[in-house]
């Protein structure tokens, strides 16, 4: 039989830190938003009709992503890195909201 090796008593009330955190579901987050930010300009760049379509959805359309990614870290248990992401997207439809109403623009949705 193999020996326990002995406790280091100087990391006896230090805990390793935690995957789990508002931070991290922000930065998860605000990359998706860049990403859509990223293929919408290609997409704009490709074809000119969709440069209103792009426009009028920056906030809709990545909580198709954000949605099921919230999903799977709040199942995991990740629920502080679930309400980061949460609180992005949030402020993003938010965003896109007030944006719409204060040009005037026809929602398509």
């Known amino acids: 039989m193999g020996t326990i090796p002995p406790r280091d008593p100087s990391s006896e009330g230090q805990e390793r830190p935690s995957k789990d955190s508002i931070g991290r579901g922000?930065?998860?987050?605000?990359l998706c938003q860049f990403g859509f930010l990223v293929v919408g300009s290609i997409v704009i760049s490709l074809k000119a009709n969709s440069?209103?379509?792009?426009?009028?959805?920056?906030?809709?359309?990545?909580?198709?992503?954000?949605?099921?990614?919230?999903?799977?870290?709040?199942?995991?248990?990740h629920s502080?890195?679930?309400?980061?992401?949460?609180i992005i997207?949030?402020?993003a439809f938010l965003?896109?909201?007030?944006?719409?109403?204060?040009?005037?623009?026809?929602?398509?949705?």
């Open 89 to 91: 997207g949030s402020i």
């Open 95 to 109: 965003l896109n909201a007030a944006c719409d109403a204060m040009i005037g623009v026809p929602r398509i949705f």
């Open 51 to 77: 440069f209103v379509f792009v426009l009028m959805s920056w906030g809709v359309i990545p909580l198709i992503v954000l949605i099921p990614l919230f999903i799977i870290k709040l199942q995991s248990g």
């Open 26 to 30: 922000i930065a998860i987050a605000v």
């Open 80 to 86: 502080r890195t679930a309400k980061g992401i949460l």
